[in-house]
Structures are given as structure tokens and as C-alpha cells.
């Protein structure tokens, strides 16, 4: 059986390496061409150079205008020259032999012959999908501008309804070299022929492929569940809440990707305000910009993870689960608005402030300098913005005890000398040092900061937090040290985020924008303006200028701590959502909190809800040691139904003695009968550990911690010490289930003194 299933690994990756050759040699044409057009362009400016010799005005205003063309033209096509070509779609003969300007058919629907009654057919069509189109020499597309008309089929084929497509690709390259592919197969039933061989299909959709051409009724049925229900998703009214509920392996992340895609070409308008992914961890970023690339069009989708949603912020470390309980619990809100104020008194605030006025001198003593405090800090504007009222409210107190309300009647007259008694004051250098050390501007890192010391946090937290829970977050920010520029963890980042609301921060300058050489030219000043931004500098900005999107999809949204949940919300309070997760892979302790939170950030929008129930990831054999702990972890909630069967029945083994020898040696069997990758799932504090452990075993074989496995898979996986994972924190069990779903292939779990294994290896908590 082995043997067999290398085999059909070894066919697999041939089909693959074969089939990223073709877009390989696809590509290599179409860079051929881009540079062509570029030679042309530059052609163009060297005559329209030339031309300009000639003194006539006519001449010099036909020269102008043609290097505006050309050079905006050149501009372009040097913008668009890196990574630009994303897609593919196969397509059936249509209804109609029209072309459109841009060389492809104009047939949405096949022809009433295009799937003969066998289920085989012809594909008549290939287009490639790209950020710009481009046509050879006799005028036939290379690749189809993503906003033209024949570009639509990549975005609104599905299952459902296919239209014309048979096969959908997804292409990564970089630069001028393609990394991968990945297929969905829009008619998984029909056998599909490209030049007289069948077409392949690549990563998942192969997969639906064998589901659907099953000679069983019941794989045809599995197959048309796995589209109906995802479709529905996909499709989904814009104008509320998507939440979409579904085990491990279900496909919630690309069903939801290929909602965004399906909404921002279905109305690009409204959802020119911007669309934001957010992804639990750096890993998943990285797989949701392979699945759907397209989506990074001129700054409109933003995918970032939950420790990078905050800007100059970025999450490198880990909490224990005790700490990141605390600093993610709702009562985290409490402390830091007292942290806020607390804030202003720290670092020695001076407690009396002395001015001279009318030629006597003015004093503020300490009482009366709190009650000011008092007074302004009773608004609920952020601290740093109730500087301008702390300031007049000092200089109302001055003023009144200088005696000059009362030296003029004369309304016009006492108001001059009013005026001229704050602009007197508040220019001297005793009053502006004064009102900088008492009312300092404070910065998110500079209050986290001071949340390190024990004492000022006590005060802060004494309703909110026990003793103990006070020193463990304390202890936890000393790493972000005294000027708060430490490293910090994802949970971190969630405090800095609402830190940042409490405060409130000066709006930031806008940044100038640099001429292009271009520009400069005689004549061209008034005929162009500064040169075009390149999609990539407008994306760049745009993601800084931006603080809210019109739609916003929630990856992995079971995960999220109440803090989270207020931090993400505030990105999306004017636009819809769509929220997949699933509540049995869970790591937060206490789902109702976090659900009350979800719920004020999704505020009173409608909210369909749908469930995906399928588990086209694990093998039948996984899938059923992992129902084992679902059923400890979420009594009564039913596990996806799981596809297929490898024959492959999950291994246990139990360390004797050395457990990192164990492993290693488990990692290295596994390595050798599957082609991909070995994930290697640990408890959070052995993760370096583990990785010395595979130190030389090739990149081949992954280390993780738990919590770093979500949203991932792996051909195999070795899960050590199941105990160890379930012990480390109330939601340990969630996260077990989560780490035994991430095989393709084949399971290992290893197991420790802790787990208790029977005479087999099976440790206590995966007995049947």
C-alpha cells in the first residue's frame, strides 16, 4: 500500500511540475512581448525627442504631446512588469463565435453541443488572467486585463453556475519565474480535453475531480453538497453579516476569499472604501495571498494578521495562556482607561505652576490643579485631545485670580483683554513647560510601558484584576521595556490598538510625492501632472491612510479575544462582514465573553448564517482519531464528514525514555514515504526544543507550537505528547482537535509519560 501511494504521489507532483512548465513557458512569451512594447515605447520618446529639434510651434506641441502618450504608456508598462499574471480559465465552445476588442469570444453560455452526452469535452478557449492586458504580434490575447469583460468568468464562475469554465487556475510566480498552481474545477464531472489530452487538475481540485467522476451515487452526492453549500456562501447578499461555520478541512478560508473576490467585481464601487482579511497568524497571511493573489488589485484588499492590524506594530513573541487570558479579557478595558489617566502623573508632574500676569505673579497650587485635572478628565474625548481644554481651563483659573474679569465693563474691552492674557501667558516658556510636563502627549507604547510596574498597575487594576493575575501582566511587559519599543506578542498589539482610541493621535502629515524625471521636460509642466502613482506605491499609501474598510472577512474567527474582537471591529464599523470559524477549534477560554464582544463589533447588521460539512482534508482513518477528542472537547457537536479513505490507519508509538529521539526518528520514517512536507505539532514551550530535534533533518520537516498550527496541513504530522497540548490551558482540548486535523495524508502521534498510553501506544485521551 505504500508502495502504491508513492506511486501515485510521484504521478501527482510529475503532473504538477509538468503543468507549472506550460504556464512557465507561457509566461516566458508573454515577458517577451511586455518587452517588446517597452523597446516600442522608448522608441517613441527618442523621436518624439527628435522632433522636438524642429523650431516650429507645431512641431514642439506634436513633440510634447507624444512623449505624454509615450511616456505615460512606458510608465505603465514598467509599473505592471513584476508579478502581474495571476490566472486562467479554461473554457467550452460557446453559443457564439463573437470576439470582443479584447480577442476573446463574447459567450457567456456553452453551446447546446459544447458537453457531449458521455460528460467529455473540448476546451475551445484559454485565457490568462492579469493586471494588464497584453496582445502578440497578430493581435491575440495573452493575457486578459482583469477588468475586462472576459475576465468575469474567474470571478463569478462556480460550481453552481459554471458558465463556460471547466477549470479555474491560480497562479503564483514571482517575478519572471511561476512557483505554483492550484485548480478548481467548475464542472468536476466532465472530462475535459485540451490539444487531445485530458486536462489536469492540480492541489484540491484534483480531488474534486475523483469525487465527482466516483461511480457511486453517493461521491456525486458528496460532490454536489460540497458545491451548493459554498456557492450559497460565495453568493451571499452583500448588505449583511456572512457567518460561515465549518470543521477542519471544510474549506471555509477560500470559500470566504472567493466571496471577497465575488463582491468586489460584482460592485467594485462600493467596495472601493477597501476590503481587509484578517488572518489569525503570519502563516495563514501567507497562504491567503497564494489562493487568491488577484485580490491585491491597487491597495483594495488589505491581508493582515491580527498582530500586524496596527500600524509601526508587529507581534514577534508569545504569551502564556495565562497572561494572554488576562490582557484578552473585556476587564483589560477597564484597566487601561484608568491607565490613561494615570498615565499624566507619572514621570514626576509638577504640582504647582507659577506665571507672571498684569506685572504680579500667578499661582496654581496643587488642590487646585487637580480639580482642574478632574474637571477636564470628566469629558470622554481621548486624553491626548483634552490637551487644548486643559490648557484654557488653566488660564481660566489664572485669569480669574489675576483680578481681570473685573477691570473693565465694557464687554468689547474685557474681551481684547482677555485675548491679549492668554496670548501673553500661554507663550511664556514657564507656561509651555509647565503644561508639557502636567499634560504630556502620551504614546500607546509609552502607557503599556508603564502597565510593567507592579505599583502603578496595582492602582490601576485593584477592581479588575486579583493580586496574581496583576503581577503576571505586569511581569509579561517588562520585555516591552521603558521606552516600550520591546518585542511584543499579538495580544499586545489588541492593548496598543485600544490604547490608541483612549489617547487619540495628532493627524499625521501627508507625505509629498516625488517628480519623475519625466516631468521635467521643457513644455510638460502644465501638460501633465505628477506622474502616476505605480499600483504598488497607491496600495502602500492607501493601507496608511486608511482606518476602516467596507467589507472586512474574519478568518479564524473563533480565536478572537473580546480585545480582539474591539480592535477589528473598529476597521469595519461602517462596512459588511463575512465571519468564518469554527467554535470546536477554539483556543479563547471563554467563548460568551468573546461572543459579546463579537456581537457589539458586528452591531445590529442582519446576519445569515451558513455551515460547511464536509471534510475534503483529512483521510476518513484521521479524521476519526480527531472526532475521539471533539467528543471530550464539544459534546454533542458532530464532526464534517470526511470524503475519503487512504486505507493508511494513524500510528502510535510511546517514548521510551528520550522523547526527542522519538520524535526525530518518527519524523524521519514519515519523511520518507510521503513527497511534501511533516508537520511537527508540539505544546507551546517545547517549540524551540522541537525544532533542535529536526535541526538536520531538511526543510522538509516543520516544527510548531500548537497554537501555530491553525489553518494549516501538512502531507503528515506527528503529534507529541497529546496531554501536553490538552494540559495548557482550559481550551487545551480545542486545540488537540486542531493539531490532529492538519494531516493530508498520514497521522503520528507520539506519545509521553504524561499521556498514559495502553500497551499499544494510544495514549488516554485518544482511546476509542
Known sequence: MAAQNAAVDSTADSVRDREIAVEQTHLDQVYRRLEEKIHEAEFLMNDAAQRGQ?????????????????????NRLNNEFEDFLFGRIDLVLGKDGERGPDGAYTSVEPADDAIRGDLTADVAETLHIGRIGVLDSDYSPLVIDWRAPAAAP???????????????????????????????????????????????????????????????????????????????VIRAPAASVAEVAGGPGTGKTAVALHRAAYLLYQDRRRYSGGILIVSPTPLLVAYTEGVLPSLGEEGQVAIRALGSLVDGAEATTYDSPAVARIKGSSRMLKVLRKAVRGALELGGAPDRLRVVAFGRRQELEADELNRIRQNVLSGTAPVNLLRPRARKLLLDALYAKSGGAGRHSDPELAAELRSAFDEDISTEDAFIGFLNAWWPELTPRAVLAALADERHLGRWSRRDLNPRETRQLARSLRRVGPDGKGPLSVHDVALLDELQQLLGAPARPKRRREMDPLDQLSGLEELMPVREETQWERAERLAAERTEYAHVIVDEAQDLTPMQWRMVGRRGRMGTWTVVGDPAQSSWTDPEEAAAARDEALGSRPRRRFTLTVNYRNPAEVAEVASRVLRLAMPGMEPPSAVRSTGLQPRFTAAQGDLGAAVREETRRLLEQVDGTVGVVVAMDRRAEAAGWLADLGARAVALGSLEAKGLEYDATVVVSPAEIADESPAGLRVLYVALTRATQQLTVVSADRDKPDADGVPELLLP
Do not use: C, N
Not at 524642429?54 to 507624444?66: C, H, I, K, N, Y
Not at 503564483?172 to 487538475?201: C, H, I, N, Q
Open 54 to 74: 524642429v523650431g516650429t510651434p507645431g512641431a514642439l506641441a506634436e513633440r510634447d504631446a507624444q512623449v505624454f502618450r509615450a511616456g505615460i504608456h512606458l
Open 154 to 232: 474567474f470571478y463569478r464562475s462556480t460550481p453552481k453556475d459554471p458558465g463556460r469554465v471547466v477549470r479555474r487556475r491560480v497562479i503564483r510566480s514571482k517575478g519572471r519565474k511561476v512557483l505554483g498552481v492550484e485548480d478548481d474545477l467548475m464542472r468536476p464531472e466532465v472530462t475535459a480535453f485540451l490539444d487531445g489530452r485530458e486536462l489536469p487538475a492540480i492541489g484540491d481540485g484534483a480531488l474534486m475531480a475523483a469525487l465527482g467522476r466516483a461511480r457511486t451515487h453517493s461521491m456525486r452526492d458528496i460532490v454536489s453538497s460540497i458545491q451548493a453549500e459554498q456557492d450559497l
